[in-house]
């Protein structure tokens, strides 16, 4: 019997979104220098290292990192 596909759920059996991360880039080095589970978070990073580093602006960006998960499968052995 080939395995059963078991998709990630929320209660009302709506697919839930796949997670997210930010992470603060520089351009000139294409490196996150820091990650952030929340967008807020990183906005305020970004402001505070914009103020101490006025020069950085339009060299340090927030990035919208979409996470995907493996699919997930279960085998059921009736015997």
Do not use: C, H
Not at 15 to 33: C, F, H, I, N
Not at 52 to 64: L, Q, T
């Amino acid at each position: 019997m080939p395995p059963r596909a078991i998709s990630p759920t929320v209660g009302s059996g709506v697919r839930s979104p796949k997670p997210k991360l930010y992470g603060l880039v520089s351009d000139e080095s294409q490196a996150a220098v820091e990650w952030f589970t929340d967008l807020e978070e990183a906005e305020k990073a970004l402001r505070g290292v914009l103020a101490d580093e006025p020069d950085w602006r339009g060299v340090v960006r927030i990035a919208e990192f979409e996470l995907t998960t493996p699919r997930v499968f279960a085998r059921i052995d009736l015997n």
